[in-house]
């Protein structure tokens, strides 16, 4: 059908994108060392990116008759790359709420000490999946949806149908928290110097992700019980656009500044406390 085609293609263009960010991020934040780019933690714009373009392929886990190996591919995908996607999100903010939480004292956090932090993010969510591959095994099975038969991904393993929509929800319900984290960091951040702030872009990623997860996770479940194919068109659909979302809303303020401000020139920045905040605080070490 030509929506296959229709997702197929914009799904390759997104990835090709994405891609094309790697290398931009690589060039300018580890080649050519841009300050613009060093104070975004180019290290986790790279985890970015790699999360949002395997959340991205996941759609065509999704395509063609279901296959238990593909059925089985999908929460690795989608679930572990939405969670990775949040975490260095909450890396980045992490980092600058521990710069500037002390006015006095200047404060260092290494890229490795930010990767212990998404790895012990990630932790969690491995072990819910692999949990979930080996209790309630997901498999594929013709079943019938109002009257029609379809050929859907189903869950097998010990547990059955219920055991599926229970690990589902339990890998729901931590990304949920991972995402509290976020807000949190956010909240916290917001009077950080408006050179080294990002907390209202991670905000606003939040809060796409968030809809993708209070929103339509719920209606995808119940529209699966009705039209597997619906669900599908649904479930892909807010996909693209979270992923997509978050790309943009990352990427685009600071390709714009590197190339249209800064005019691809190497420039130092001056960093200028929140007008909100009355305090000035020092400049720190983000390195």
């Not at 984290?181 to 080294?196: C, E, Q």
């Not at 992700?209 to 339509?216: D, E």
Request: aromatic share 12%.
């Amino acid at each position: 059908m030509i929506i296959y085609i229709v997702f197929g293609l914009l799904a390759g263009i997104l990835i090709l994108i994405a891609v094309v960010l790697l290398a931009f991020v690589t060039i300018c934040g580890f080649l050519a060392q841009y300050q613009r780019m060093k104070v975004v933690s180019p290290t986790f714009l790279l985890i970015i990116l790699l999360s949002i373009i395997i959340g991205i392929s996941s759609i065509f886990a999704w395509y063609g008759k279901p296959h238990p190996v593909s059925c089985a591919f999908q929460p690795w995908l989608l679930g572990l790359s939405s969670i990775s996607m949040i975490a260095a999100l909450c890396a980045k903010t992490f980092r600058i709420w521990r710069i500037f939480r002390s006015e006095f004292v200047r404060q260092k956090i290494t890229d490795a000490e930010l990767l212990i932090l998404w790895v012990v993010l990630m932790i969690p969510a491995l072990v819910i999946i692999i949990t979930w591959m080996i209790v309630s095994t997901p498999t594929a099975a013709m079943v019938d949806r109002d009257g029609t038969q379809h050929f859907i991904c189903t869950t097998g393993g010990f547990t059955g149908e219920p055991g599926g929509y229970i690990f589902f929800g339990v890998l729901v319900g931590y990304g949920a928290i991972v995402l509290l984290l976020g807000v949190f960091l956010s909240i916290v951040t917001r009077k950080a110097p408006s050179t080294f702030n990002e907390s209202k872009l991670l905000a606003i990623s939040i809060y796409n992700l968030g809809f993708l997860s209070v929103v339509i996770v719920p209606v995808f479940l119940v529209v699966q019980q009705i039209n597997p194919f619906i669900a599908w068109i649904l479930r892909t659909s807010a996909t693209l656009y979270a992923f997509t979302a978050t790309m943009i809303l990352q990427f685009l303020p600071i390709c714009f500044g590197i190339v249209i401000v800064d005019h691809c020139k190497k420039k130092q920045m001056r960093v200028t406390a929140n007008p909100s905040s009355q305090k000035n605080p020092s400049i720190p070490s983000y390195e």
